[in-house]
């Protein structure tokens, strides 16, 4: 296990690296005479977190916090199967532009937090109450561990699902919620069943894999990580400048083959159900047909890739539901949804269009000028780099 670690450790200090060192670049192609983010040293500083019990969360701070900055701390998660690194060529810019302190975090069972062997059941057999709150611990021992009041929490893939999760739980310690392409909100047409049921053997085989809880990263413990991410990382992500294929590959493939499978080895089948139809992954309890609406928190923006395989419409039927409870009922209840999208993104969006991203961040959290069905990012991917404006 020390060696896994180990490889990760570095391949996620690269990945940082190259993270700071494109987003320099980036800006003395627009700025010339600006001074670029490694002359004033590294965007962010990662350090293990103590949660009590033996157990750490990993975390990248902030080391740039943006002048008169006196807003709420802005935390982000990640999905599965990555971590942190996964935010590497946006957490330059979140860093410089957001108001306040930036912490991107391991889930507790993922990356390099602690990843004690998991005991709470596989697939089927364990009670997606239980996998909820083992994620939701870890990220509230680790608040109380850094003395935070209130965030605005945001988390990508599954890590928007499980940031729901938190909020439910509670509702007092998040300001806003930022759910980037989240995976989970509609629930599983009635067709899947059958579609499933009908499906050749080889998918069968797969599906069963999935519902009794045998994890991906088993797999690549067999000796063919390296392959599958480059496979993965070569057909998945453009050549855009900020895409770094082969310390994203080294970042993806470390994180699969570094250390226990633990909860984040698992999380696809203890909190997600295989789709097929409609969606590529349906949660186990959906967070749209009552989870979302019941929420006490005041706000969600929910940001989609414009060729995002999670479909944004859903979230968009949810809202509905809010407001249509609120004109029948009188009802003040249920958050005010915004939803917005990045330009050329698909469901990595910080890693697609990562500067987009961070411009539907910052408009969705009342920084500039954003707004609902706005598309973000698309001067960054047309080839004219132009500079960004200071909000």
Same mark, same amino acid.
């Given at each position: 296990m020390g060696s896994g670690v180990s490889a990760l450790e570095r391949a996620e200090t690269q990945l940082l690296r190259v993270g700071d060192q494109w987003y320099a670049d980036w800006q003395s192609s627009c700025k010339p005479a600006a001074q670029g983010p490694n002359e004033r040293g590294p965007a962010v500083k990662v350090t293990n977190v103590d949660i009590g019990d033996g157990l750490h969360i990993r975390m990248a701070e902030s080391t740039r916090v943006a002048s008169g900055a006196d807003d709420t701390p802005l935390v982000c998660m990640h999905g599965f199967g990555t971590g942190l690194g996964i935010y590497y060529a946006a957490l330059p810019a979140l860093a410089e532009r957001w108001?306040?302190?930036?912490?991107?975090?391991?889930?507790?069972?993922?990356?390099?937090?602690?990843?004690?062997?998991?005991?709470?059941?596989?697939?089927?057999?364990?009670r997606v109450d239980d996998a909820e709150a083992y994620f939701i611990s870890g990220l509230e021992q680790w608040r109380e561990a850094m003395k935070l009041d209130r965030m605005v929490l945001m988390g990508h893939s599954l890590g928007g699902y499980l940031a729901v999760a938190y909020a439910e739980k509670y509702p007092s310690r998040v300001e806003r919620l930022v759910l980037v392409s989240a995976v989970g909100t509609p629930a599983p047409p009635p067709e899947l069943a059958e579609a499933q049921r009908t499906a050749a053997w080889p998918i069968r085989a797969v599906l069963s894999a999935w519902e009794s809880g045998w994890s991906p990263f088993t797999v690549a413990k067999l000796g063919v990580g390296d392959a599958l991410m480059g496979r993965y990382v070569s057909r998945r992500f453009s050549d855009a400048s900020w895409v770094k294929k082969p310390e994203l590959q080294a970042y993806l493939a470390s994180s699969w083959v570094g250390a226990n499978n633990s909860a984040g080895g698992y999380a696809h089948a203890t909190l997600l159900r295989p789709g097929g139809v409609g969606e590529l992954?349906?949660?186990?309890?959906?967070?749209?047909?009552?989870?979302?609406?019941?929420?006490?928190?005041?706000?969600?923006?929910?940001?989609?890739? $414009?060729?995002?395989?999670?479909?944004?419409?859903?979230?968009?039927?949810?809202? =509905? !539901?809010? /407001? %249509?409870?609120?004109?029948?009922?009188?009802?003040?209840?249920?958050?005010?949804?915004?939803?917005?999208?990045?330009?050329?993104?698909?469901?990595?969006?910080?890693?697609?269009?990562?500067?987009?991203?961070?411009?539907?961040?910052?408009?969705?959290?009342?920084?500039?000028?954003?707004? $609902?069905?706005?598309?973000?990012?698309?001067?960054?991917?047309?080839?004219?780099? =132009? !500079?960004? /404006? %200071?909000?």
């Open positions: 108001r306040g302190k930036v912490y991107a975090i391991d889930t507790l069972g993922c990356g390099l937090s602690s990843r004690p062997r998991w005991t709470l059941g596989h697939g089927k057999n364990c992954a349906y949660a186990r309890t959906p967070m749209g047909p009552s989870r979302i609406p019941s929420l006490a928190v005041p706000r969600i923006a929910a940001i989609y890739g $414009d060729r995002d395989w999670m479909d944004w419409r859903n979230m968009a039927k949810v809202r =509905e !539901a809010i /407001e %249509a409870r609120r004109q029948n009922e009188g009802s003040k209840g249920g958050p005010q949804i915004e939803i917005m999208h990045v330009a050329d993104a698909s469901h990595n969006v910080q890693v697609d269009n990562p500067l987009g991203f961070v411009d539907a961040v910052l408009a969705a959290c009342d920084h500039g000028r954003g707004s $609902d069905g706005k598309v973000f990012g698309a001067k960054y991917v047309s080839g004219r780099h =132009e !500079a960004m /404006e %200071a909000i």
